[in-house]
């Protein structure tokens, strides 16, 4: 049963997300949600669905959901909004519902950049304009990205805990995991062991299980969404790691550091300990301009300069990205404005978001990457979990 407290803050808040963007009704269409979810309907309905369904959130008054007659019991049972059942056609109940609500705008999930702001079908769109032709709403659609930015982005207290837990557990499972590695240990017997902590607990990855944890020992390992090889890390090198678990469908995301001493340096050695504290100086910039109201592109920006202003290349990737439901959670993203990242970071950053900040630099030693996250508060930023500030040394 999803949690009906989760969903009832989620509707308020995407009726006030109606309000700031002027939006008259707000509508997740979808249908064998099992098959091709809504990235949406976890935060407002909570259930996958069979039939047709519509989740309607207007900006006053109360929400409505139009499903299949077998779907509304757990609808009801929910408690949020009011349940309307259909045996053979949505389109009475439909059309009831935009005589009800007359509405000039509707928002719907559709977008060409944010991956969890296009939930609706190709299909489901011209099925939604056919339901439409002749109503004289014809006229009213326009995308939702921005009512599904302000709900999926500001996190309710009960995402917060949730995604805290992960991050606890990402980091523990992690030390478990350095507890029991050994010269010997290979890349791939490394996210093993992650795995199998993993299983015990009955938790998810936060992104594809192949290659989560991504693991990478030492120089020789290509850097990267890699799956784990037979590598195991030479001495006076770098064990990077990516990684991180979901608690209740909330993801955390983060990359920590691991030094393997040698004979001549059983310390990290200077250049060494002086690349971290480059990559670490990039990620503090990105933090200090963190704060509501600041575009993605130019947070971003801060690190980069920072980074290059130390002698090292650009690197080829956003510096960070909202974090939630899953580790790449939409919204504003803390990037360049190259094509491939579309307006994504033309968006503004929000008070109540959680964002990854990540970047790295390759050399000699290995990958030197570093991801944190950070949560924005009302007037600038905090960490949500404690990041990694120094090379952490193997036994």
């Known amino acids: 049963m999803p949690d009906p407290d989760l969903i009832r803050e989620k509707v308020a808040q995407a009726q006030r997300a109606c309000e700031a963007t002027d939006t008259d009704l707000w509508l997740t269409f979808c249908r064998e949600t099992g098959d091709s979810p809504d990235p949406s309907l976890p935060l407002v309905l909570g259930f996958d669905v069979v039939w047709a369904t519509m989740v309607a959130v207007p900006r006053e008054g109360e929400s409505t959901v139009v499903l299949g007659r077998h779907d509304a019991p757990t609808a ?11 045996d053979e056609s949505i389109e009475g109940a439909f059309h009831d519902l935009l005589e009800r609500v007359d509405p000039d705008t509707i928002a719907v999930n559709y977008d060409e950049a944010d991956p969890v702001a296009d939930g609706l079908t190709h299909g489901l769109f011209r099925k939604l304009e056919s339901l439409l032709d002749g109503t ?77 944890p991504t693991v990478h020992m030492g120089g020789a390992s290509e850097v990267g969404h890699t799956t784990a090889g037979d590598l195991t890390l030479p001495p006076g090198e770098v064990l990077h790691v990516d990684f991180g678990v979901k608690v209740e469908g909330y993801a955390a995301d983060i990359q920590r550091l691991y030094y393997r001493p040698s004979d001549a340096y059983p310390e990290p050695p200077a250049d060494l300990v002086d690349a971290h504290a480059d990559v670490r100086a990039a990620i503090d910039a990105a933090f200090d301009a963190l704060e509501p109201g600041a575009l993605g592109h130019a947070v971003d920006a801060a690190a980069r300069a920072e980074l290059t202003d130390r002698g090292w290349p650009e690197y080829a990737h956003a510096t960070g ?71 952490r040394v193997l036994d």
Do not use: N
């Not at 049972?77 to 009011?82: K, S, Y």
């Not at 982005?153 to 029991?180: C, N, Q, V, Y």
């Not at 919204?331 to 970071?345: H, K, S």
């Open 76 to 86: 009801r049972d929910l408690g949020v909004h009011e349940v309307v059942g259909y």
């Open 136 to 212: 004289g709403y014809e006229d009213t659609l326009v995308s939702a990205s921005d009512i599904v930015r302000r709900v999926r982005g500001r996190k309710s207290p009960a995402e917060r805990e949730w995604m805290t837990r992960a991050a606890e557990t990402s980091e523990a499972f992690l030390a478990d995991a350095i507890a029991h590695w050994t010269p010997e240990t290979t890349e791939r017997e490394f996210a093993a062991f992650v795995h199998d902590r993993m299983r015990e607990e009955g938790l998810d990855s936060a992104w594809a299980w192949e290659y989560c």
């Open 321 to 391: 990205h909202g974090v939630g439901r899953f580790a790449h959670d939409g919204g504003t993203l803390l990037g360049p404005r190259w094509d491939r990242y579309g307006d994504a970071p033309d968006g503004a950053v929000r008070a109540g978001e959680v964002y990854t900040l990540e970047l790295g630099v390759e050399t000699e030693w290995g990958y030197l990457g570093q991801e944190d996250l950070a949560l924005v508060t009302e007037d600038g930023a905090e960490w949500f979990h404690p990041p990694q500030t120094a090379l």
